[in-house]
């Protein structure tokens, strides 16, 4: 029998009191039903400080991958749900569903009761036990390799064996909105990333320090980031031209100070953008990782801020910053992203004093320009490269929240360990949610001298694009 059920649990909103537990566990339910829309079947069960989820089908495995990514999830445990009338009828269904999984190996039962019945969990647990041993190498109450768990609610139960880790945190909605200074390199999309995991709506600032340099790869990055993690709100991204700045401080700031002062500049230009809008801004700046992120430079920079600043990344060394990009899968993705953001042509001060303030032009009004100019994009952002011709192609579906027809349904990054196995002589059109990740794969099939083009689902269905277009 196929799982038919997904028992969730949630961390620390079980500390909140009643009425702050009752606001997270509304944005909780709300999160899970629009992450599961595209599923028709599936209805959530409320039993007081415990959610399950009841499929009148299978249960796909993409939602497995849907529910890791849903802040505020801690973990959950797909589940057989079956409603029962005697202890011996309940027994007997768990006998069939789990002799098969004990065979050869060590077990143990554990049983959660609510409500009143004719036995008790301890009960339960050692008949269960006893008929279920001889079928096994023995019941081992430390260290089993089978944990037979048991929660039984009034005539229902859920039988279960395994826990997966959810993403964790809060629930989307529930933290405020703060603004987040995106490069799209390996540090700025991991600090929103903790943010996002703290319950926050976060916004995203690009400052382009180069006038009308492409942003393709740093939009890959953010699509990314937004489909998978931004939950209950439509984030946008802000992108402020910054390349007439650039060449006045390159101008007019000693080289030692430029990276001090461009770092003033990126907060300046946030508030401005940000002001009445959002409760903070927030950076990937980890201590002492770059000559602007020690304290003394810091504490300049603070000076100059009008606006709380968080930090999620300060005190994480950077091979923490990159297993934590390489989790949410976008290392791969911001090491194609081209940053530019080193002003100075020699040493640079580590060590500043708020004396150096009096060093720095006045700025205000090119700011102030720069942010009226700024654009804004809503949503993700709708990719569109340069496609090569394609002969009668053989269709990739790399999607979770649409099906379509297609000679191949795979899932992504486990397709990237078996692109050789694809015939070599055949073209290939890829297709995902919103046209990264197949844009990926099709790049690396391109590298192996394979024809192949990526694009979005609403690109592949004609529909109505609500992207924003890049």
Do not use: W
Request: glycine share 4%.
């Amino acid at each position: 029998m196929e799982f038919n059920s997904i028992i969730l649990r949630y961390g620390e909103v079980a500390l909140k009191s009643d009425k702050s537990r009752a606001f997270f566990e509304k944005k909780y339910i709300q999160a899970i039903k629009d992450s599961l829309k595209s599923y028709k079947d599936v209805k959530i069960k409320s039993y007081g400080k415990r959610f399950i989820l009841l499929f009148d089908e299978e249960i796909d495995k993409n939602v497995i991958s849907i529910l890791q990514k849903i802040p505020g999830i801690q973990s959950f445990s797909l589940a057989h749900f079956h409603k029962f009338q005697q202890e011996e009828d309940l027994r007997n269904y768990i006998i069939s569903l789990t002799k098969p999984l004990i065979q050869n190996k060590t077990f143990r039962i554990t049983t959660r009761r609510v409500g009143k019945h004719a036995f008790s969990s301890m009960d339960f647990s050692m008949n269960l036990g006893k008929e279920l041993e001889p079928f096994s190498n023995g019941v081992n109450l430390n260290h089993p390799q089978i944990n037979i768990q048991v929660e039984i609610r009034e005539t229902e139960a859920y039988i279960y064996t395994e826990s997966i880790e959810g993403m964790g945190g809060l629930p989307p909605a529930t933290a405020g909105k703060v603004l987040a200074l995106f490069s799209g390199g390996i540090d700025s999309p991991v600090a929103a990333y903790q943010m996002l995991k703290r319950g926050c709506s976060v916004d995203f600032i690009y400052i382009n320090l180069l006038g009308d340099a492409p942003f393709t790869e740093l939009a890959k990055v953010y699509n990314h980031l937004i489909h998978n993690y931004a939950k209950l709100y439509v984030p946008k991204l802000y992108v402020v031209d910054a390349a007439e700045i650039v060449k006045q401080i390159k101008s007019d700031v000693d080289s030692s100070l430029r990276q001090i002062f461009l770092k003033i500049i990126f907060y300046k230009i946030s508030q401005q953008i940000g002001k009445d809008k959002y409760d903070a801004i927030v950076t990937g700046e980890a201590l002492s990782q770059k000559s602007s992120q020690t304290l003394k430079s810091l504490a300049v920079i603070d000076s100059q801020s009008t606006m709380l600043t968080l930090r999620p990344l300060l005190g994480m060394d950077k091979t923490e910053i990159i297993q934590i990009a390489r989790q949410i899968e976008t290392f791969d993705l911001s090491e194609k992203v081209k940053e530019y953001c080193n002003l100075s042509e020699g040493p640079v001060s580590t060590n500043p004093s708020l004396d150096i303030l009096n060093k720095f032009p006045d700025l205000t009004n090119e700011i102030q320009q720069a942010c009226e100019n700024h654009l804004l994009f809503k949503g993700e952002i709708e990719i569109i490269e340069q496609e090569i011709q394609l002969n009668n192609p053989k269709i990739i579906s790399l999607c979770q929240t649409k099906k379509i027809d297609a000679d191949y349904q795979e899932e992504y990054p486990q397709i990237l360990d078996k692109l050789d196995s694809f015939p070599k002589d055949q073209d290939y059109l890829i297709i995902c949610d919103f046209g990264v990740r197949s844009l990926d794969v099709a790049n690396k099939f391109r590298k192996l001298g394979i024809n192949a083009n990526s694009q979005s689902v609403k690109q592949y269905l004609k529909e109505p694009s609500s992207c924003s277009k890049l």
